[in-house]
């Protein structure tokens, strides 16, 4: 037998264990005091991306330097007692929030203190080992994080997708069956679903956002990145038809109980068949857009046009003269719901490979 042990960590804790014992190390070994800080410097600036690591270091060595001359203006001019101290705190907290750096509140403060603690002959000594060993802890950081085991994020964003997409497509085919169907979903296997792909666009976002980072891409031009951020926008406009149409098919099925359930007529059974074609046509292009996004099939612009709604026009038009008054737009209200969702989900396609036809060429 096959015996596998789980790895209880992460990559980023590794790193971040590895990054504190380098620290600590390198600490006692140039006698650099006190340790406690170096740790806890590296542990703040380990990140996700490396540009978010070298981003949070600039912010890092800005909030010390200016709680350090703070702290050293008072500790000179003024004096380093417990009023002072409590000045110095909410002067740092206050810069801090203006400077938009509430996360490094903390160890600004941190250093304020520090460095008014010391001897008044003793000031300048404290606040350069005080910067030593903040540096170290910050160097460490960026080394550790740049040269180990980066993540590769654009694989991590692509496999999310290829998840999340497959998870609104069936739920939005699995909404629009059950209300030509006349089926309701279970409540709880509703809710999961829509937990599962919420879970899943907050987790496509987020790495989006940290493949943008750690690639230097520009959100507001580079060409993967919109693509990427408007396929997750198409499966979250999925998601809400969804909801939609499973709302209508809800009002649907109390419509109907309340007039115990009358037969359906060929004619709207005909507008049913048209929704059932205009499922078929959002699989083919849904899937069409998959294999040109993650397959690199080759894209070719999709002819846009209403024949088929002008068709199912027509077979409402022809449903209307046998079912009028409050019935007629009762039924109509409902169908109106989700045909124009399936309208919506498949010219979104259309545009969408359209003008990755343009781009390409």
């Not at 046509?281 to 894209?299: A, I, R, S």
């Amino acid at each position: 037998m096959n015996f596998k042990m789980p790895i209880p960590f992460g990559a980023r804790i590794l790193k971040t264990g590895l990054a504190v014992g380098i620290t600590v190390y390198l600490a006692q070994l140039f006698k650099i005091e006190p340790v406690l800080f170096a740790a806890i410097s590296t542990v703040i600036n380990i990140q996700p991306s490396i540009y978010m690591s070298f981003d949070n270091a600039s912010k890092q060595i800005l909030s010390h330097l200016l709680s350090v001359v703070i702290a050293l203006a008072f500790g000179y001019l003024i004096g380093a007692g417990p009023v002072e101290m409590a000045i110095v705190t909410m002067l740092v907290i206050s810069l801090n929030k203006k400077l938009g750096m509430h996360q490094y509140i903390i160890m600004g403060v941190v250093a304020a203190i520090f460095v008014l603690d010391a001897p008044q002959h003793q000031f300048i000594y404290y606040a350069i080992e005080r910067s030593y060993v903040i540096f170290l802890g910050l160097a460490v950081a960026l080394v550790v994080n740049a040269l180990i085991a980066p993540p590769k994020y654009k694989d991590k964003l692509i496999a999310t997708l290829k998840i999340l997409n497959e998870q609104t497509a069936t739920f939005f085919a699995q909404t629009v069956t059950n209300f030509i169907n006349l089926e309701i979903i279970d409540h709880e296997q509703f809710q999961a679903s829509r937990t599962e792909i919420k879970h899943l666009l907050n987790e496509s976002r987020t790495y989006l956002r940290m493949h943008a980072e750690q690639t230097g891409l520009k959100t507001m031009q580079d060409q993967d990145f919109q693509t990427y951020e408007r396929y997750i926008n198409y499966n979250a406009n999925l998601y809400h038809s969804s909801r939609d149409i499973h709302i209508a098919t809800k009002q649907r099925l109390t419509w109907r109980a309340e007039r115990n359930n009358p037969p359906i007529s060929a004619a709207f059974q005909d507008i049913l068949k048209m929704l059932t074609r205009g499922l078929e046509t959002f699989h083919k292009l849904n899937y069409h857009l998959y294999l040109v996004l993650f397959m690199k099939e080759q894209v070719q612009t999709v002819q846009i046009n209403e024949d088929f709604w002008e068709e199912l026009s027509s077979y409402v038009d022809q449903w209307h003269v046998n079912l009028a008054g409050a019935n007629f737009f009762h039924a109509l209200m409902y169908v109106s719901v989700v045909s124009n969702d399936i309208k919506l989900a498949c010219r979104g396609i259309k545009l969408f490979l359209n003008d990755l036809a343009e781009g390409g060429k």
